[in-house]
């Protein structure tokens, strides 16, 4: 895969993560969602909402940087890029139909989470079945935990639910990181 293919995928990455970030810490610094309610009635917060997106692209875009030059992830960077945007795409749904249940974790992953999983994924690159069994296993269960946070009677272990949302995030990255 050519290094121009690469940037592309990883811009498009931090670009979804960062709308992502928009949608959570609005919820945290405003309350809400909506557009309106941030740009109207929630002005002395919108220095905060906006310093955390800004961290998650500036982040995400050094970070980024090096990934596309290091050879150690030429050969895993589709794998890894897939289980990226699938966890990403499961934070991003569960962001608009629960930013109340979602939000504390949501930033907890983009600030640091989704980084440590990408770190460790060229490690091992093998074919190996754990690699396997890693990635789909934790894609399995992180959008079980998603799920999980939308039946009434499981919400009061909010915070099993979020170590478990933590673990599976690095874990499907971790294990994305393996050669065709």
């Given at each position: 895969m050519e290094r121009s293919h690469k940037a592309l995928l990883f811009?498009?990455?931090?670009i979804i993560k960062s709308f992502l970030m928009s949608i959570v810490s609005s919820y945290v610094f405003c309350g809400s969602i909506n557009p309106s309610v941030l740009f109207?009635?929630?002005?002395?917060?919108?220095?905060?909402?906006?310093?955390?997106?800004?961290g998650v692209a500036?982040?995400?875009?050094?970070?980024?940087?090096?990934?596309?030059?290091l050879k150690s992830?030429?050969?895993?960077?589709?794998?890894?890029m897939m289980a990226d945007f699938?966890?990403?795409?499961?934070?991003?749904?569960?962001?608009?139909?629960a930013p109340s249940i979602i939000a504390s974790k949501v930033m907890i992953w983009l600030f640091g989470v989704w980084i440590l999983g990408m770190l460790l994924a060229p490690f091992d690159k093998e074919r190996t079945i754990l690699k396997?069994?890693?990635?789909?296993?934790?894609?399995?269960?992180?959008?079980?935990?998603?799920?999980?946070?939308?039946?009434?009677f499981l919400?009061?272990?909010?915070?099993?639910?979020?170590?478990?949302?933590?673990?599976?995030?690095v874990l499907s990255l971790f294990?994305?990181?393996r050669d065709r």
């Open positions: 811009i498009a990455s931090v109207f009635h929630c002005i002395n917060n919108i220095a905060y909402v906006a310093g955390s997106i800004a500036i982040i995400g875009t050094l970070f980024g940087y090096y990934i596309i030059k992830f030429d050969s895993v960077f589709p794998n890894l699938i966890v990403t795409a499961m934070y991003f749904g569960a962001s608009f139909s396997k069994i890693t990635e789909y296993g934790a894609l399995v269960a992180l959008g079980t935990l998603l799920t999980a946070h939308f039946i009434p919400q009061e272990f909010e915070s099993s639910y979020t170590i478990g949302m933590m673990v599976s995030s294990g994305g990181g």
